[in-house]
């Protein structure tokens, strides 16, 4: 009997051990935060990506994974929101099996509010819910260009609908359920209609309460499971005066926003060609902070020797709010693996900086993690 | 007028007007606009020696900016009661104003307003004339003064709320700029922790982050109306608490949040000594120019000037002439720095030499920082 307690302690102990070492984050690392964001792959391309994640993620010790999935996935809430060919239930375990084996934290990601529609293509959610468009006044066109007269970047859908949480909740809890996840990331990034005068339920309100007000359902739903929200930084930045711009920043108002939301959202902070110092401005206002690069290689070591160095010299307080490094890639996950052996396919080519061809997602990987591994090294 | 002479007048006039660009705005192009140096003022028989300095030592360091912190140190006119025994003349003035005017130094007087109305057991001239402004007058000073007291008394604070109080304080300010001819006023304002006090009938009950903007807008826009900007200390605007930075260098009396309600054209100057908090990214993404301020770290310094350094090279045009420089601070008598930028260490420095580390001194900080800043120049 006192053998069988004693090995019971230790398997309950290990499942603890376990169960604390995927959400939980190294306090003294360098980096607490080592992570790519990647699109979900096609059903064709799990095999491959599997394979990438044990042969190329877990060597680097990248543990995270922002998973950006939309509606790349079987839902059965509401079958009618997957994409056709969307991933099973079957090929997504065995991502999770992979991240699982090599202590990955998968965080999957659904784009709220924003991002409902791409080009000329309106997103799975407005196609089949066509009552949560914020601006149902403005047509897609036939012939997407940017810019172009109705400012239209991509629709948004109204988060002051009296039905929108409902389908939303349904997917995002059958996504974190699926991938096991005890974090959500959802999105939110370069919101440009939002507040539309035309909408009944949010003209005149203050865009900054808006944004605010989804930031905190969507967090208070996730906190119910135990489950943190991830959203990427831009509208918390005043683009104007700061002269960040409209996409990494916001101009319509809704920065503000930064001291009506909860401080435990974690702010994921995207500046591709400048390393901007916001995560200095988001961890002072209290919140954790990942910088993420993209296809700048320089840019990119420069803003993680930034982040090790604003870690050596914080405050005890401080210190945990800067919390690491995630590099994003903005491209089809299998072009994302071609490209980073070497193969600039059709489906790579899209990613490579217009003006360097040195710059790309899989190089910024590269250089970025080698510059991560120096810095653990140093210290 | 023939060709010649109005081409003379011409040039007369362009240099002319180069030189009162050049004087005032500092250029945009430099890595560090504010080359600063913050000191007390010197007493009558210091005046001399310290205008030597300024030629021999702040000059040759193309120190353009010098915040003097004068106090009741100068024989005001307007209320003759508040000054110091043994105050400056304005003809010692003259001589010092003379030697920046000479040297393009831009002079920057400081009296404290709201807080430091006292130090250690002794309330300043203000409050021993004018006790009525007391915010605490139900606190006695100590016969002895020791830190830290029940009374969490650190210095003396005025109500900023008192009908009389700006009519007296405007006057000196005033007083003060024109005699040293300044184009901006440093108001300290640090470190207060005495404000909105639960007795004050004037201030109970009013949110402390309004009423320490409302007193800084005030005074922003009385030296406004004459053309004069507002320099002062940051550590109200910093959230001390959640920062971990402490209630010195940033505010635990709910302050912080001023920073929304003051108008943008303040400049901040934001003072660190042990660590190089990053703190000035966060008055330049509210929009504020802002100066890093070390002290006796001379490590310290030298990383602050490498960051202020790398925040100008990488920000967005908008971002960059924000990060407006560096100031030397030295919190010793004017004399006791001179001693030890000269290697003695007297009765009148030792105080201000690291208790840990002999080698910290605000004099040695001052040599490694400008020897950092000019070496970052050179790269530039």
């Not at chain 1, 002051?160 to 996504?175: C, N, S, T």
């Not at chain 1, 899209?350 to 970025?368: L, Q, S, Y």
């Not at chain 2, 005046?47 to 030597?52: I, N, S, W």
Request: aromatic share 12%; proline share 6%; hydrophobic share 35%.
């Amino acid at each position: 009997m006192k053998k069988t307690t004693r090995l019971i302690t230790i398997i309950a102990l290990l499942f603890i051990w376990q169960a604390g070492s995927v959400a939980q984050y190294s306090e003294d690392a360098v980096f607490p935060v080592k992570g790519l964001c990647i699109n979900a792959p096609n059903r064709g391309g799990v095999d491959r990506f599997v394979k990438f994640i044990g042969d190329e993620l877990a060597p680097r010790e990248v543990n995270t994974l922002f998973i950006l999935g939309d509606y790349n996935y079987q839902f059965e809430s509401y079958p009618q929101l997957a994409d056709s060919g969307a991933l099973s239930k079957t090929d997504v375990k065995k991502i999770v099996a992979v991240c699982k084996k090599h202590n990955i934290r998968i965080i999957p990601q659904i784009n709220l509010i924003g991002h409902q529609s791409w080009a000329g293509n309106l997103g799975n959610l407005l196609t089949h819910f066509p009552e949560f468009d914020e601006t149902p006044h403005i047509e897609m066109p036939e012939k997407y260009v940017w810019p172009n007269d109705d400012f239209l970047y991509c629709k948004s859908y109204c988060p002051l609908h009296p039905d929108v949480h409902k389908v939303l909740f349904a997917v995002i809890d059958e996504i974190c359920d699926v991938y096991e996840a005890d974090a959500f990331h959802g999105g939110m990034d370069e919101i440009f209609y939002l507040g539309d005068d035309k909408c009944p339920r949010c003209k005149g309100i203050d865009k900054a309460e808006l944004f605010a007000g989804e930031v905190r359902k969507v967090r208070d739903h996730l906190a119910q499971k135990n489950r943190e929200l991830w959203i990427w930084g831009d509208r918390f930045i005043d683009g104007k005066t700061t002269g960040i711009g409209f996409w990494e920043g916001s101009y319509n108002y809704t920065w503000r926003a930064i001291d009506m939301v909860p401080k435990d959202v974690v702010i994921c902070d995207w500046h591709y060609e400048r390393p901007d110092q916001t995560p200095v401005y988001f961890a002072m206002k209290g919140f954790r902070v990942v910088t993420c690069p993209w296809r700048t290689p320089p840019a990119a070591v420069m803003q993680a020797e930034d982040m090790a160095r604003w870690r050596k010299y914080a405050t005890p307080e401080m210190k945990p709010k800067y919390y690491g490094m995630v590099l994003t890639t903005w491209m089809d996950n299998a072009g994302f693996i071609d490209g980073f052996y070497g193969n600039v396919s059709d489906r790579a080519k899209g990613a490579v900086h217009p003006r360097n061809a040195e710059n790309t997602p899989w190089d910024t990987f590269k250089a970025m993690y080698k510059r991560i591994d120096e810095l653990e090294k140093e210290k | 007028m023939n060709m010649k002479t109005r081409n003379i007048i011409l040039s007369v006039i362009l240099v002319l007007g180069m030189n009162l660009l050049s004087s005032a705005q500092e250029s945009s192009e430099k890595l560090f606009q504010v080359r600063g140096f913050c000191i007390g003022a010197p007493k009558p028989t210091g005046v001399d020696r310290f205008v030597k300095f300024i030629n021999e030592e702040l000059a040759p360091r193309k120190v353009n900016t010098l915040v003097l912190l004068v106090g009741y140190n100068y024989q005001y006119k307007s209320y003759p009661q508040l000054q110091d025994s043994g105050a400056l003349s304005k003809k010692d003035v003259k001589k010092i104003v003379a030697a920046c005017k000479k040297n393009n130094i831009r002079i920057i007087p400081d009296i404290n307003l709201l807080g430091h109305q006292s130090g250690g057991n002794k309330v300043n001239k203000l409050l021993q004339n004018f006790p009525e402004f007391d915010e605490t007058p139900h606190i006695k000073m100590p016969e002895k003064y020791v830190w830290p007291n029940k009374d969490n008394l650190y210095a003396k604070s005025y109500c900023p709320l008192h009908p009389e109080v700006h009519k007296v304080i405007f006057a000196v300010v005033d007083e003060l700029c024109d005699v040293f001819e300044a184009d901006a006023f440093h108001s300290g304002m640090d470190e207060i922790f005495y404000l909105g006090d639960d007795k004050c009938p004037r201030c109970k009950g009013v949110d402390k982050a309004k009423l320490f903007a409302d007193e800084v807008t005030l005074v922003r826009n009385h030296l406004k109306e004459k053309n004069r900007e507002l320099w002062l200390w940051a550590d109200r605007f910093l959230d001390g608490r959640s920062t971990g930075i402490g209630f010195w260098e940033a505010s635990y009396n709910f302050t912080y949040r001023a920073i929304e309600m003051v108008p943008k054209d303040i400049v901040m100057c934001d003072w660190h000594y042990e660590r190089p908090d990053q703190t000035p990214i966060y008055f330049a993404m509210n929009g504020f120019r802002v100066i890093t301020c070390p002290w006796r770290t001379p490590s310290t310094a030298v990383i602050q000037t490498e960051d202020m350094a790398r925040w100008v090279k990488y920000a967005t045009p908008e971002m960059k002439p924000r990060y407006y420089g560096m100031m030397q601070t030295c919190w010793t008598s004017t004399e006791g720095f001179i001693d030890g930028f000269y290697g003695t260490v007297n009765d009148r420095n030792k105080r201000s030499v690291h208790p840990r580390n002999e080698a910290y001194t605000p004099w040695d900080t001052f040599r490694a920082m400008y020897k950092k800043m000019d070496e970052l120049e050179g790269t530039h």
